[in-house]
């Protein structure tokens, strides 16, 4: 993560050190990024840059995490005031709708998380994401799950650790979609049919009574 002297800059400037990378990491890709550019457009010293991260793995997990991973929490935070009206089925709707928007919004974004969805899991880059965001990926639906088992919508024999990862999963789904080109004009009509899909799963099960 950034070192302190980048949170010491003034915001806008933060912001534009950003925004050039998030331009750069979009556009190339990961691997094809380069330092160098990100600079230059940034109208920084390479010096500078070093000042502020340790390396271009520091700068891509910055992004993913702040930029990419409040798009997430964002949606999670606004869905979660609604629980009162709304089942587990309808919260990863809403989850789901609002991802779609945001990254719409933002297609750099969108670009970025694509090329991490390629990332080979034995990428060092990968693997720093994941061990970082471990404790967030394990628990992150968690506290949905346990309110529908409270309010007795979900069986309390059902593994909540178990099912808050396949709900994790849900989402790197999604993507491949979109990438795999399944889902060419992917838009909230495919976003409910993926929606109707899992919740076909969930309530019906995939066992023939």
Do not use: W
């Not at 009206?85 to 919260?91: C, D, K, V």
């Amino acid at each position: 993560m950034p070192k302190q002297t980048f949170f010491n800059l003034p915001e806008h400037k933060r912001e534009h050190v950003t925004r050039c990378a998030v331009s750069e990491f979009a556009r190339q890709g990961y691997k094809q990024a380069s330092i160098s550019r990100i600079v230059a457009d940034a109208g920084i010293a390479k010096g500078s840059f070093y000042q502020y991260f340790e390396d271009k793995d520091d700068l891509f997990m910055h992004i993913v995490l702040t930029e990419i991973g409040s798009i997430k929490q964002t949606a999670f935070e606004e869905g979660r005031d609604q629980l009162a009206q709304m089942n587990l089925s309808q919260f990863l709707r809403h989850i789901a709708k609002a991802q779609l928007e945001a990254f719409r919004e933002q297609p750099e974004l969108f670009s970025i998380s694509l090329d991490l969805l390629r990332m080979a899991p034995s990428e060092p880059v990968y693997e720093k994401l994941m061990q970082t965001v471990e404790g967030a990926y394990n628990t992150f639906f968690l506290p949905i799950i346990q309110h529908e088992i409270d309010k007795g919508r979900i069986n309390a024999k059902v593994n909540a650790r178990m099912l808050n990862y396949m709900l994790m999963s849900i989402n790197q789904y999604q993507l491949s979609l979109f990438n795999s080109g399944e889902a060419s004009d992917y838009g909230e009509e495919a976003v409910d049919a993926l929606m109707d899909d899992l919740d076909f799963i969930l309530s019906s099960g995939i066992y023939n009574q």
